[in-house]
């Protein structure tokens, strides 16, 4: 008793001179931020979302041992079905491994993909005038078939397999071809469905263009089920765990630039450096053009 007694007297004096992440006053909530499209492997020069690039960051939140629950702000139009489900995947097997609640904060945007993410959330927070929803599926695509016949160009295509180049955006496009991607894309479309429904349940209004694509305000949101409540992270975390409440930004690691390229340092294969820039720039313009279309359906 006595030994505890001491222990419990030299913490209480040397409280006020441990760095804040160190103190007992308060609980400590970490908090990861999800922005951008969600595409399988992001250009190096731009900032998108996959599995790989979101991984490390939830592992050191959900590695806070003393903190309840995981803060997550998400800001993304969506993008990659796949990534999307792996990211949401990941963060309830984290929840569940840690025993820890999961919070998710909407801003701007959370759609398609982005709600996918942000259904992992045991409760969903958004601003009023954020905009979430549009669970549905979407593919774009062009025809370029009559311009390249302006222009004196000759389409040569050599495939085995006669299905090979379905869709080939520089020839006629075929019903068949385009029943199959619907096909695919009503697949795609009640996983998405499925996974809501399994984690929204009975929060979730009875409304034929839930499931349509539509997309609604937070505040419309809230109505429909798919948000829990109206807010914002700091406000929402104060007055469930107290004013004493801080939070924790886990960051990506910094450099990412350099050391995806492998543009800086010493290593072999530095020769090539100006090609890997040249091709790095280039698939950033088509991704950046990609992004914007996403982005711009929601008038953002």
Avoid at 73 to 79: D, F, L, W, Y
């Amino acid at each position: 008793m006595r030994l505890e007694f001491w222990r419990a007297l030299l913490k209480q004096f040397l409280q006020p001179f441990l760095p804040k992440s160190m103190r007992a006053d308060g609980v400590v909530i970490p908090v990861v931020r999800l922005s951008g499209t969600i595409m399988p492997a992001g250009n190096a020069l731009r900032q998108t979302m996959s599995l790989a690039s979101t991984a490390g960051m939830l592992e050191k939140a959900f590695a806070f041992k003393k903190a309840p629950a995981v803060a997550i702000a998400i800001n993304s139009p969506g993008g990659s079905p796949v990534q999307s489900r792996l990211i949401f995947r990941r963060i309830r097997d984290l929840a569940e491994e840690k025993n820890k609640k999961v919070y998710v904060f909407v801003e701007d945007l959370a759609a398609s993909g982005g709600y996918m993410i942000a259904v992992a959330g045991d409760e969903i927070i958004a601003d009023p005038s954020s905009i979430v929803g549009s669970i549905g599926v979407v593919s774009a695509s062009f025809g370029f078939q009559e311009m390249i016949k302006k222009i004196g160009v000759e389409r040569r295509l050599y495939t085995a397999g006669r299905n090979k180049a379905l869709l080939d955006p520089f020839s006629p496009e075929k019903k068949e071809d385009v029943a199959r991607l619907k096909t695919l894309q009503l697949d795609m479309h009640e996983t998405f469905i499925d996974l809501v429904k399994a984690r929204r349940g009975g929060k979730l209004a009875d409304n034929d263009d839930l499931f349509s694509g539509l997309f609604w305000s937070g505040k419309q949101g809230l109505e429909l089920g798919l948000v829990d409540q109206l807010g914002d992270m700091r406000s929402f975390l104060k007055a469930r765990y107290g004013d004493k409440t801080r939070m924790r930004l886990v960051s990506a690691p910094r450099g990412l630039f350099g050391r995806r390229l492998n543009l800086f340092g010493a290593g072999p294969g530095r020769g090539g450096d100006s090609e890997k820039i040249a091709g790095a720039l280039a698939s950033g313009v088509v991704e950046a053009l990609e992004e914007r279309a996403l982005w711009g359906r929601f008038g953002l």
